[in-house]
């Protein structure tokens, strides 16, 4: 019971109400209801009592809704049956009309009704009450009222209560609670509530719904539910009013927060490791990539084994449990552990394969690789340059598995550019270790191409994030070419777009969905694949007929001559096209 500030005696008389009966015919005594409305006058709060169908008044609340906490009163015999409880409660104002926390506490709660009362000057004044039905198999609220306080005194309760629960068994198959796939969540952070968007473009991309947003901005963070108590009561009425099964935290929590908070707030709660996890494991497709995601989430989940209580439950789905690894959310840090091992041996032997095929193709084509942050459009544009059909979507972590695909320059050149996995703020480190293997593409490129939404406000912000992680990775100084894609969406603003940048002959405007501009962007691309050209002289045996020829194909034959041994060629040709002729070289320029 909330008793701040409230008088003793008030309190001792709220409480001598407990293990009172009531005539169960009545939905309340006029003497009871008299003594609540007294102390809604004294106190100007609101006064609720929790009666069951005995007519026992099993519980007595002071405190508005917004302070109050409901407990999870029940008597219920089954999960498909109402809880026996109902709630009849005070509204200061003097109007007894329910509030949507009212009516989310009807259905959070299952009570078999909640009743409004309005007081004016510590005298009821009029009442409200609503009760569920099924309707469509879903629940609706069925709201009564006004009432005076004459004839709601005559409703008999034990009626009106027998007609509600027996129109639930009835419908067994009706339901509240919302599907895994469409999960409610409240968000919190700790800084500015608009710093949230990115959270709920996660959250939406995992199949989950936000209602509602919480921040709080301050200079230290509690250990033990990383926000302050006072944000917390706040956080549970909101969970309460806007009927959240999911509370995601934009930073990540311990294993000890997740236990507390879940404790204190009643539902499942995640933090934004877990939401990017959870993407992942939903994108994942390849072999290697549900490998990488098991180990990450292993990783992750490690620590934390002290705090899943809901709590190493979780098997049971929802976002934030999915993935190959979901199977193994139960068992003992031992048995975690030796599945750690065996996946870092698969990973590392992927890791092995990849080398060898990246190996065989550093000797015979440039390398471009694409890098940006996550729904920068990386997918589409790989499409539009190798007129191939990579997946896309407009979401985050469309793209999870690398994709490589060979493309022909205007000079007849080939090259190979390949799709890598976006980046994102506060990427988890486990997953980073995990798609090492996946990740090190970038520093094995020629040429990386940074895509960028133009079209996004925090442009720079994203940038900074992609080159923080390119250098992280060890590849910030590769050469690179700034792509402002997306430009179709809204004209550029913004530093990036600067005269001075304008000329720069690492930067293009482009829009890969309408196919704007990729002409120049293949001219730079070209111009790196050729600016290492040096004219080389060479001697080729006759026994390497395909070596003359692929000299041919791809470099600049200037002079050739038959000679005694082999022919002999002058010519301009890349690093690449020349190793593959390194031992026949006679001079170069």
Partial sequence: MAEYGVKKTIIKRLDSLKGEIIDNTLIVSSEVLNTICYITGETNREVALFINRKGEIIDTVIGDYSTAELSQYTERRSEDSLSGIRCIHTHPNGIGMLSDMDTSALKALKLDLIVGIGVKHGIPNDAHFAYLASKNSNYSIISKGPYSIE??????????????????????????????????????????????????????????????????????????????????????????????NLVVFDEELSGAQIRNLEREIGVRVIDRTQLILDIFAK???????????????????????????VEMS??????????????????????????????EKDVEEIKKHRDLIRLNRSHNTFQVCLVGYTNAGKSTLLNALSDSQVYVEDKLFATLDPTVRKVTLKSGQEIVISDTVGFINKLPHDLVVAFKSTLE????????????DGSNPNYEEQIDVVNKVLSDLGADGKPTILAVNKIDRSMPVGSIYSPELRTSPDLVFISAKNNLNLDMLLEKIEYYVNINKRVYELLIPYAEGSLLAYLHENGKVLEEEYRETGVYIKGEFDSIVVNKAKYHILQQE
């Fill in 283 to 309: 994108r994942a497709s390849s072999k290697e990539g549900k490998l990488q995601v098991e180990l990450a989430q292993l990783k992750y989940l490690m620590p934390r084994l002290i705090g899943f209580g």
């Fill in 441 to 452: 593409e970038v520093t094995y490129a020629d040429l990386l191409i940074h895509v960028v």
């Fill in 314 to 343: 979780r098997t049971g789905g929802g976002i934030g449990t999915r993935g190959p690894g979901e199977k193994k959310l139960e068992i003992d840090r031992r048995r975690i552990r030796e599945r750690v091992r065996e996946l």
């Fill in 151 to 244: 004839d709601f005194l005559n409703i008999n309760a034990q009626d009106l209560i027998n007609n509600i629960e027996e129109d639930f068994k009835d419908n067994r198959d009706a339901t509240y609670n919302l599907s895994q796939d469409n999960e409610r969540a409240i968000l919190v952070g700790i800084s500015r509530i608009d710093e949230l968007d990115e959270l709920s473009e996660l959250l939406n991309t995992a199949g989950g719904i936000e209602v509602g947003r919480i921040a709080q901005s301050r200079p230290s963070i509690d250990n033990a539910y990383l926000i302050g108590k006072g944000k917390l009561r706040e956080l549970k009425m909101e969970v309460q009013k806007k009927e959240a």
